[in-house]
């Protein structure tokens, strides 16, 4: 059973900042999903990050977490896990600086093939798609991911399975 967040309800922005659920989404080879974003008019300074978003007025993490898995990927068949880490991270993106708190569950799913169906506006103008990994081909990218440490995480997540209690990541601020 996922933790839930004892703040459900709670406004998104509370403290300051955005409370946002994540997915490590894995299917049945131990690949993660993981989108690719950049910036809005500069496809050049781009990224891959794992699905997910802020939450929706009185939604739970939990609810969020498969909300956006089903908008930003059409995978809706999952099992979703238990929160594995939590993360605070502030960074400029679309002309504007975000701070967030963010949950990462972990889930499985057996379907592989993504498709977006409810991307945002900015979404759209920055998701240029979406790629399975192996945690092989994460430790030897050059490009960038975020989390930054996703590739040894991932490492840690499949050697030993989900951590007891969520880890808490080291802040990161771009």
Same mark, same amino acid.
């Given at each position: 059973?996922?933790?839930?967040d004892?703040?459900?309800?709670?406004?998104?922005?509370?403290?300051?900042?955005?409370?946002?659920?994540r997915?490590?989404?894995?299917?049945?080879?131990?690949?993660?999903?993981?989108?690719?974003?950049?910036?809005?008019? &500069?496809?050049?300074?781009?990224?891959?990050?794992?699905?997910?978003?802020g939450?929706?007025? &009185? $939604?739970?993490?939990?609810?969020?977490?498969?909300?956006e898995?089903?908008?930003e990927?059409g995978?809706?068949?999952?099992a979703?896990?238990?929160?594995? %880490?939590?993360?605070?991270?502030?960074?400029?993106?679309?002309?504007?600086?975000?701070?967030q708190? $963010?949950?990462?569950?972990?889930?499985r799913?057996?379907?592989?093939a993504?498709?977006?169906?409810?991307?945002?506006?900015?979404?759209?103008r920055?998701?240029?798609?979406?790629? %399975?990994?192996?945690?092989?081909e994460?430790?030897?990218?050059?490009?960038?991911?975020y989390?930054?440490?996703?590739?040894?995480?991932?490492?840690?997540?499949?050697?030993?399975?989900?951590?007891?209690?969520?880890?808490?990541?080291?802040?990161?601020?771009?």
């Open positions: 059973m996922p933790a839930e004892p703040g459900a309800g709670a406004d998104t922005y509370a403290g300051g900042l955005r409370r946002v659920a997915v490590v989404l894995l299917d049945p080879a131990d690949r993660i999903l993981l989108l690719h974003g950049h910036e809005p008019d &500069d496809p050049a300074d781009d990224w891959w990050f794992t699905p997910g978003g939450l929706e007025g &009185d $939604e739970s993490r939990a609810a969020a977490a498969l909300r898995l089903a908008e990927t995978i809706t068949d999952v979703l896990g238990p929160v594995l %880490w939590r993360r605070r991270c502030s960074f400029p993106f679309a002309g504007r600086r975000w701070d708190d $963010e949950w990462y569950y972990l889930a799913t057996t379907r592989t993504t498709a977006a169906t409810a991307l945002t506006e900015l979404e759209r920055s998701v240029a798609g979406a790629r %399975w990994w192996t945690c092989r994460l430790a030897r990218t050059h490009e960038t991911v989390p930054t440490r996703l590739a040894g995480l991932l490492r840690t997540l499949l050697d030993e399975g989900p951590p007891a209690e969520p880890v808490t990541l080291d802040t990161e601020i771009v």
